[in-house]
């Protein structure tokens, strides 16, 4: 802790919203995935608070952050910075990539539950999970598509508090969902034997848990708060 007490800066860090560090130092949110720290729908909660809620020691996750921030980061991906292009993106990164991510978890959930269900591992349930998932996230993201989306372009602040209101707070069900997913796919591991269609499921359910904390975050910690008072990062 001594080296790192002999920089405010980095002290300073505990204090500071999960999601806005998420936002500035790139790199941190694929620390923040493997530590399980929730930095999109829990974006604003204090480092220092969300460390102690998970039992992390706040010295080494400081630490883990100081080295990112020391490093050269040439090939690190850079996020769209019009609101324009932010839609773009998340409609053919996020939108149509969950459109079709989807049904193909929920037929090879179906096939492992039904082929394995004497298995003291089978993830039961876990079909029917992904099903309420697909339900409520295309609703979702219709809602963006054809209402917050085309208020966001055409630059309406005011009538956009609402809707991004709402957005958030479905969000937040979203992660809450996706915390009984991975629970029901044993955090994606696959017991010993698998077959592939088990592999491949779960696989796919890691690739699109990915995939939507990064399309929340987006949404959450850059596009939304263009368009809203100022306020700390959050749902």
């Known amino acids: 802790m001594n080296q790192i007490a002999d920089r405010p800066d980095t002290l300073a860090r505990a204090t500071q919203p999960i999601g806005q560090i ?18 999109c729908c829990g974006g604003q909660i204090a480092l220092q608070q969300a460390c102690d809620n998970k039992g992390l020691a706040l010295d080494a996750v400081l630490a883990e952050l100081d080295r990112l921030e ?25 939108h149509a990539v969950h459109r079709e991510q989807l049904p193909e978890l929920i037929r090879m959930a179906r096939r492992v539950e039904a082929v394995h269900r004497d298995h003291a591992e089978v993830p039961a349930g876990l079909a029917d999970h992904l099903e309420t998932m697909e339900s409520e996230l295309l609703d979702h993201m219709d809602k963006e598509e054809q209402v917050l989306f ?7 602040r005011g ?5 991004i209101g709402v957005m958030r707070a479905e969000h937040t069900s979203h992660g809450a969902q996706l915390e009984r ?16 269609t088990w592999r491949a499921l779960y696989a796919g359910i890691a690739q699109f848990r990915d995939d939507l904390i990064a399309h929340i975050h987006l949404e959450n ?6 368009f809203e008072p100022a306020r700390a ?3």
């Open 70 to 94: 020391r490093l050269e980061r040439p090939d690190a991906p850079v996020a769209p910075q019009t609101p324009h292009d932010m839609i773009d993106h998340l409609l053919t990164r996020y």
């Open 221 to 226: 910690n850059l596009l939304f708060p263009r």
């Open 181 to 196: 997913l991975l629970a029901l796919a044993h955090d994606t591991t696959p017991p010993k034997g698998a077959c592939n």
């Open 150 to 156: 085309t208020l966001l372009r055409a630059g309406g």
């Open 233 to 235: 990062a959050c749902c």
């Open 22 to 39: 998420a936002v500035d130092l790139p790199g941190a949110t694929a620390v923040f995935r493997r530590l399980k720290l929730d930095f």
């Open 159 to 163: 009538m956009a508090a609402m809707p």
